[in-house]
T-cell receptor
Framework: ETGVTQTPRHLVMGMTNKKSLKCEQH?????MYWYKQSAKKPLELMFV???????ENNSVPSRFSPECPNSSHLFLHLHTLQPEDSALYLC????????????????FGEGSRLTVL | GQQLNQSPQSMFIQEGEDVSMNCTSS?????WLWYKQDPGEGPVLLIA?????ELTSNGRLTAQFGITRKDSFLNISASIPSDVGIYFC?????????FGAGTRLTVKP
């Protein structure tokens, strides 16, 4: 079983739809992250959860809403998205959160490719 | 925020050739990391460097943490077709982690 799994792998949605991305980590890690990956751009950190508490929100629009019900699961709820939100959304986990003697080593899922029409 | 400048943006090489890519920053980092992303997959950690001047190898891959703590390079020797993908550098300092925009590597058999 892979360390970090994301579903769905592909999602096409209209601007008025509500959908959710799911991430599950099987590594016993204590921190989880959502990143946005657009072509030819650096990965953009969106949200960080440490021990199920949100510790960072990098000025992400409110149409993206994260949820972390426990240390193994992370969701990204999507509502009223724009076409420019089309991207690959990557979930990652780390043993300890950034800033807590963290080595910077992240374990990524395979990503959810989102297309907003 | 601080940006990482990764170059080259893309490379087209022949199988068997060596590859070199680098990353520079205007600020220092405590850790430099190199990730590879295969098509349709998420990034996977290749090498992590924790000390200025450190030179670390992982098979045909060699990476160095620059002595100024503001740069790092990754070399791939004797490239093979499965080296195809996007290589990302990342710099880490306390609770901040930055990624480069990636180097897209194409290997022609």
């Amino acid at each position: 079983e892979t360390g970090v799994t994301q579903t769905p792998r592909h999602l096409v949605m209209g601007m008025t739809n509500k959908k959710s991305l799911k991430c599950e980590q099987h590594l016993g890690h204590n921190a989880m992250y959502w990143y946005k990956q657009s072509a030819k751009k650096p990965l953009e950190l969106m949200f960080v959860y440490s021990l199920e508490e949100r510790v960072e929100n990098n000025s992400v629009p409110s149409r993206f809403s994260p949820e972390c019900p426990n240390s193994s699961h992370l969701f990204l709820h999507l509502h009223t998205l724009q076409p420019e939100d089309s991207a690959l959304y990557l979930c990652a986990s780390s043993q300890v959160p950034l800033g807590h003697a963290n080595t910077g080593e992240l374990f990524f899922g395979e990503g959810s490719r989102l297309t907003v029409l | 925020g601080q940006q990482l400048n990764q170059s080259p943006q893309s490379m087209f090489i022949q199988e068997g050739e060596d590859v070199s890519m680098n990353c520079t920053s205007s600020s220092i980092f405590n850790t430099w990391l190199w990730y590879k992303q295969d098509p349709g997959e998420g990034p996977v950690l290749l090498i992590a460097l924790y000390k200025a001047g450190e030179l670390t190898s992982n098979g045909r891959l060699t990476a160095q943490f620059g002595i100024t703590r503001k740069d790092s390079f990754l070399n791939i020797s004797a490239s093979i077709p499965s080296d195809v993908g996007i290589y990302f550098c990342a710099g880490h300092l306390e609770n901040d982690m930055r990624f480069g925009a990636g180097t897209r590597l194409t290997v022609k058999p």
